[in-house]
T-cell receptor
Framework: NAGVTQTPKFQVLKTGQSMTLQCAQD?????MYWYRQDPGMGLRLIYY???????DKGEVPNGYNVSRLNKREFSLRLESAAPSQTSVYFC??????????FGPGTRLLVL | TQLLEQSPQFLSIQEGENLTVYCNSSSVFSSLQWYRQEPGEGPVLLVT?????EVKKLKRLTFQFGDARKDSSLHITAAQPGDTGLYLCAADLNAGNMLTFGGGTRLMVKP
């Protein structure tokens, strides 16, 4: 039981490049989330998916797109990366209002 | 302005000292969670409080939920270097699928 896994762990992009962050969970959770974490800002919700086939915007969705590929996988895409998107990205999953489990994070640097 | 305000932002203390971290909001929470995050990892849930006035203890950690369900505190007794980390509070504001996080308190306990 791996919990929540994320790939890649680290990534360096140039401004304007695109990339997709992958997330998978093996706990059969309905809800999945993408957050970004910046110093002093805690975690801010980018997008979430309450169930397979649905996605909704969070607090800071601009510049991102998501895909809930199936119940296990929820990907985050940056179409044209900007330096302001330099951050640590966390994926999480949850069943109802129970414990939210986080992945280990993806550290992204946009030059 | 963040919906959940945590204070202090930073705390550096000596081993054996006591400390209290606060999480405040003008909104009423249906429940509140405390997480601890170590460098390079995702946050890990410590406790969930759901009832106004509730007090929960986890070894040397005591969590309190305010009577009006707008604030919470985390008290650590006899802090140890292993308590070092980022402490985050998070709230279910409307019993929905989304958690809102505070900015975090970064704690360092020196031996």
């Amino acid at each position: 039981n791996a919990g929540v896994t994320q790939t890649p762990k680290f990534q360096v992009l140039k401004t304007g490049q695109s990339m997709t962050l992958q997330c998978a969970q093996d706990m059969n959770h309905n809800s999945m989330y993408w957050y970004r974490q910046d110093p002093g800002m805690g975690l801010r919700l980018i997008y979430y998916s309450a169930s397979e086939g649905t996605t909704d915007k969070g607090e800071v969705p601009n510049g991102y797109n998501v895909s809930r590929l199936n119940k296990r996988e929820f990907s985050l895409r940056l179409e044209s990366a900007a330096p302001s998107q330099t951050s640590v990205y966390f994926c999480a999953s949850r069943r109802g209002q129970e414990t939210q489990y986080f992945g280990p994070g993806t550290r992204l640097l946009v030059l | 302005t963040q919906l959940l305000e945590q204070s202090p932002q930073f705390l550096s203390i000596q081993e054996g000292e006591n400390l209290t971290v606060y999480c405040n909001s003008s909104s009423v929470f249906s429940s509140l969670q405390w997480y601890r995050q170590e460098p390079g990892e995702g946050p890990v849930l410590l406790v969930t409080v759901v009832t106004g006035g509730e007090v929960k203890k986890l070894k040397r950690l005591t969590f309190q939920f305010g009577d009006a369900r707008k604030d919470s505190s985390l008290h650590i007794t006899a802090a140890q270097p292993g308590d070092t980390g980022l402490y985050l509070c998070a709230a279910d504001l409307n019993a929905g699928n989304m958690l809102t996080f505070g900015g975090g308190t970064r704690l360092m306990v020196k031996p």
